[in-house]
């Protein structure tokens, strides 16, 4: 069993940055990890995933190039780095993690499979 808390979530003005975190209990080895996030009235989007043995991410398109995802391993924390925020990065931002598995490609950004989840963190950017 797995449990997800994240922080830093925040309100910032566009072009600002912030930096998430998500801490989790429990064997985190072996896993996809992910970010999604989700908007009013919108689905929820995965944004960015991790593998954790080997560190292998994949972004989605709507934050390549902004959003850096890392991790500690020692201490079991996700971190979040996201520069120049938009607007439409405004979203409920959840941390997920998939069972533990051995892997060979990289982590999906669908919420299929992603039995584990956190309460979410509330991120909202004005212009």
């Known amino acids: 069993q797995m449990q997800l808390v994240e922080s830093g979530g925040a309100s910032v003005q566009a072009a600002g940055t912030l930096r998430l975190s998500c801490a989790a209990s429990?064997?985190?080895?072996?896993?996809?990890m992910a970010w999604f996030r989700q908007a009013p009235g919108k689905e929820r989007e995965g944004i960015v995933s991790?593998?954790?043995?080997?560190?292998?991410?994949a972004y989605g398109d709507s934050v390549k190039g902004r959003f850096t995802l890392s991790q500690d391993n020692a201490k079991k924390t996700l971190y979040l780095q996201m520069n120049s925020l938009k607007p439409e990065d405004t979203a409920m931002y959840y941390c997920?993690?998939?069972?533990?598995?051995?892997?060979?490609?990289?982590?999906?950004?669908?919420?299929?499979?992603?039995?584990?989840w956190g309460q979410g963190t509330q991120v909202t950017v004005s212009s």
């Open positions: 997920a993690a998939r069972p533990r598995e051995n892997r060979y490609s990289q982590c999906p950004l669908q919420i299929t499979g992603y039995a584990y």
């Open positions: 429990g064997d985190t080895s072996s896993r996809c």
């Open positions: 991790i593998y954790t043995r080997d560190g292998h991410t």
